[in-house]
């Protein structure tokens, strides 16, 4: 076996791994993250790893596509988008600052209020739809 071979069988046995949660598999979140010429440190990528894997706790996350720029034309210079696809429709995001974590910061915040305004469209669905069926039936 040549080394790549190697390695990629042993990223997939740490995927495998980090799938067991209490005996359990768990889906894992595809992530792709775009960078232009700028390349974030290593401190950011596990900030950002550390942000969607607290998101993955609240929804089903399949895949995350985010785009990292810097513009130094423009004021912010720091862009971040991201793509999230979920059951349902996806969610898109942008954020755009000074820095780079303040761009993560706001791009948190920004998902954390698209997923819980998500949710209470759905509980508004769900609620509005058991009292038209049977008002007897729901609390």
């Known amino acids: 076996m040549t080394l790549s071979l190697i ?3 042993s990223a997939i046995l740490s995927i495998s791994q980090r799938l067991r949660l209490n005996g359990t ?4 979140m595809k992530l792709s993250l ?15 790893r ?3 894997a607290a998101l993955c706790k609240l929804l089903r996350i399949e895949e995350a596509r985010i ?32 820095t780079l974590r303040a761009a993560l910061h706001k791009l948190d915040d920004l ?10 469209k759905q509980i508004q669905k769900i609620s509005g739809r058991c009292q038209k ?3 007897r039936m729901c609390p």
């Open 34 to 48: 775009k960078t232009g010429l700028y390349q974030p440190s290593v401190s950011f990528s596990s900030l950002l």
């Open 133 to 135: 069926t049977s008002p």
């Open 25 to 28: 598999l768990r889906p894992v």
């Open 7 to 9: 390695g990629r069988l």
């Open 67 to 98: 785009i990292v720029e810097k513009r130094a034309e423009c004021s912010p210079p720091f862009r971040l988008s991201a793509h999230l696809v979920v059951p349902g429709p996806d969610i898109v995001v942008e954020s755009a600052d000074h």
């Open 111 to 120: 998902l954390h209020l698209r997923i819980q305004k998500m949710r209470l």
């Open 50 to 52: 550390e942000k969607l």
